[in-house]
């Protein structure tokens, strides 16, 4: 990949991930909540997940995905649907016990990959994600040169924007949220980010593929 084409590619996709969607939303709540290892394992999920649905484009299998309105109904109604079920996870849950301590929650082993999957589902039941991807990857694309090589550096220049992006909403929102916490704003806090959920899920379901 040319130098510039490849920092053309990079500053576009830096552009495109600055703008917070449901993955960031998930990754700053569970750096709130569980601390580094918490934003470590939703990283870790996200970035699987895009993995995922870059191979399929590489392959052909994400534009024949997205051409086919069944299979990219079932995606919508999937990501939707997990969306909107928590944002009322959030909404319902009960305070936590240690919810007046500036101290994160200690997540343990199998708590890590819980979180894990939670963030690899949100971002691979996400159809906006592969058609994004579809429409966005092919044009960085050189004849001749090798298509894999070419896919596994844009995902590698991917993953490092989403970490350092990710990272600064999450910095940003730490240090916001360390003077809330103890505070009823932490309630109505809560409350948002589980409306936000909801309203990116209902906003998924009006999503088309073209």
């Known amino acids: 990949m040319a130098l510039h084409l490849w920092l053309t590619f990079s500053l576009a996709y830096l552009l495109t991930s600055l703008s917070p969607g449901p993955n960031v939303l998930l990754t700053v709540r569970n750096a709130l909540r569980y601390g ?9 999920g996200n970035l699987a997940a895009q993995l995922l649905a870059i191979s399929a ?15 990219f109904l079932v995606l919508k109604l999937v990501g939707a649907g997990y969306l909107i079920y928590l944002g009322l996870r959030q909404l319902l849950a009960r305070g936590a016990s240690n919810t007046a301590s500036n101290q994160p929650i200690a997540v343990r082993h199998h708590s890590k990959w819980r979180i894990g999957l939670e963030a690899f589902l949100v971002s691979a039941s996400n159809p906006k994600t592969l058609v ?12 001749g040169r090798p298509i894999f090589g070419q896919f ?8 490092l924007i989403v ?12 240090r916001f949220g360390q003077r809330i916490k103890a505070s009823p704003i932490a309630a109505w806090f809560k409350r948002a980010t589980g409306a936000l959920f909801i309203g990116l ?3 998924l379901l009006n999503t088309r593929a073209v």
Do not use: K, N
Not at 132 to 143: D, G, I
Not at 152 to 159: I, V
């Open 201 to 203: 899920g209902v906003r």
């Open 163 to 174: 970490c350092l992006v990710h990272s600064f909403y999450c910095f940003t929102a730490y």
């Open 57 to 71: 484009v590489a392959m052909g299998i994400g534009a024949l995905l997205v051409s086919l309105p069944a299979a």
């Open 36 to 44: 580094p290892s918490g934003m470590g394992m939703t990283l870790f």
């Open 152 to 159: 596994a550096a844009m995902y590698l220049s991917m993953a």
């Open 132 to 143: 994004f991807f579809c429409a966005f990857l092919p044009q960085f694309l050189e004849p």
